[in-house]
């Protein structure tokens, strides 16, 4: 199944206490709790083009699945990452001791994040 489409989050579960976990202050969590959050994905066999809008923020990330690439992470900051394509509906991408998950069924994209004991979850619809 094909990632390509245009996603509006829909609901989002464990948002503060993941972001405080990986180092956001608390200003920045209560600016972005509430923002209207866009993801726009163009996949083309295993390369990936993933535009993120959330409030005037716009991060884009291009990536082929299986290859190391620079990815945008929500502190802001970018890192170094290999993101997994898994039975043709999932991303899987491993830095640290974070784990993202991003599965495609029919038109919900979910996202879920863990770190250590906290997962935050987050649901969007195709537009």
Same mark, same amino acid.
């Given at each position: &199944?094909? /990632?390509s489409?245009?996603?509006?989050?829909?609901?989002q579960?464990n /948002?503060?206490?993941? &972001?405080?976990?990986?180092? @956001?202050? +608390?200003? @920045?969590?209560?600016?972005?709790? =509430?923002?209207?959050?866009i993801?726009?994905?163009v996949?083309?066999?295993?390369? /990936?083009?993933?535009t993120?809008t959330?409030?005037? $923020?716009?991060?884009?990330?291009e /990536?082929?699945?299986?290859?190391?690439?620079?990815? +945008? #992470?929500p502190?802001? =900051?970018?890192i170094?990452?290999? #993101?997994?394509?898994?039975?043709g509906n999932? @991303?899987?991408?491993?830095?640290? =001791?974070?784990?993202? #998950?991003?599965?495609i069924?029919? +038109?919900? @994209?979910?996202?879920?994040?863990?770190?250590?004991?906290?997962?935050?979850? $987050?649901?969007?619809?195709?537009?």
């Open positions: &199944m094909s /990632f489409g245009k996603y509006e989050l829909q609901s579960e /948002f503060e206490p993941f &972001m405080k976990a990986i180092g @956001l202050s +608390d200003e @920045l969590i209560e600016k972005r709790k =509430d923002l209207k959050t993801s726009e994905i996949q083309n066999g295993k390369k /990936f083009k993933i993120v959330t409030g005037s $923020r716009v991060s884009v990330t /990536f082929t699945a299986g290859e190391e690439a620079e990815l +945008d #992470v502190t802001g =900051d970018k170094k990452a290999v #993101v997994q394509l898994e039975g999932k @991303l899987v991408t491993k830095v640290n =001791d974070i784990t993202s #998950v991003v599965e069924n029919g +038109d919900i @994209l979910t996202n879920t994040l863990t770190k250590g004991s906290i997962t935050y979850k $987050r649901i969007s619809k195709r537009i």
